[in-house]
């Protein structure tokens, strides 16, 4: 019953960062040689980080055990995993059952898998050097930029034989926040 992937086990996790800068302001680029110019469309950069990962593993218990309070977990009967999961119903809680009593169950840990991720952090970033040792920073930073819900897997309850079984209650990233900042170096 031990037997299973670890509860932090990510079966795929990518994150990739960039930052991008607008060719355009600079010396020896577009609009280079007009400096008023320069100084308003130059010094723009597009950066961020994308973070794409897989569902945590999760294990199942029983609402009530069948012990007299020993560790109880339930039978597996099927698969449990649905073809269009959602937080209403994230597994299909009639593929476990209870088990005769005094015996465990054969549902071994870390049998199914929560919810992936899928998360954007956006800047848009505006430097103007005012001197040559004194620059100003505008940025705008968008968290969780395409507000994509990820639910999470801490929220699923994994009691069969409750009333909820199956069901996600809570989010693991915040919803979409915006940020603005201006910031002077020297």
């Given at each position: 019953?031990?037997?299973?992937?670890?509860?932090?086990?990510?079966?795929?996790?990518?994150?990739?960062?960039?930052?991008?800068?607008?060719?355009?302001?600079?010396?020896?680029?577009?609009?280079?040689?007009?400096?008023?110019?320069?100084?308003?469309?130059?010094?723009?950069?597009?950066?961020?980080?994308?973070?794409?990962?897989?569902?945590?593993?999760?294990?199942?218990?029983?609402?009530?055990?069948?012990?007299?309070?020993?560790?109880?977990?339930?039978?597996r009967i099927c698969s449990g995993?649905?073809?269009?999961?959602?937080?209403?119903?994230?597994?299909?809680?009639?593929?476990?059952?209870?088990?005769?009593?005094?015996?465990?169950?054969?549902?071994?840990?870390?049998?199914?898998?929560?919810?992936?991720?899928?998360?954007?952090?956006?800047?848009?970033?505006?430097?103007?050097?005012?001197?040559?040792?004194?620059?100003?920073?505008?940025?705008?930073?968008?968290?969780?930029?395409?507000?994509?819900?990820?639910?999470?897997?801490?929220?699923?309850?994994?009691?069969?034989?409750?009333?909820?079984?199956?069901?996600?209650?809570?989010?693991?990233?915040?919803?979409?926040?915006?940020q603005f900042a201006l910031k002077?170096?020297?």
């Open positions: 019953a031990g037997y299973g992937p670890s509860g932090f086990d990510h079966t795929q996790r990518f994150v990739g960062s960039w930052v991008y800068q607008l060719p355009v302001g600079g010396q020896g680029q577009a609009l280079g040689n007009n400096p008023a110019l320069s100084r308003l469309v130059g010094g723009w950069e597009f950066d961020g980080i994308g973070t794409l990962e897989s569902g945590f593993p999760f294990s199942l218990s029983l609402n009530q055990g069948v012990h007299n309070g020993a560790p109880s977990w339930p039978d995993q649905l073809s269009n999961p959602d937080p209403a119903r994230w597994f299909n809680t009639s593929c476990f059952v209870a088990p005769p009593a005094n015996t465990y169950g054969n549902a071994a840990r870390g049998l199914l898998f929560g919810p992936k991720l899928v998360e954007f952090d956006l800047s848009m970033v505006k430097n103007t050097r005012i001197t040559e040792r004194f620059n100003l920073q505008f940025r705008a930073d968008a968290f969780n930029a395409f507000n994509t819900p990820a639910f999470s897997v801490a929220g699923i309850n994994r009691s069969i034989g409750s009333a909820t079984a199956g069901k996600i209650t809570s989010t693991s990233i915040d919803n979409r926040e915006f002077l170096t020297f």
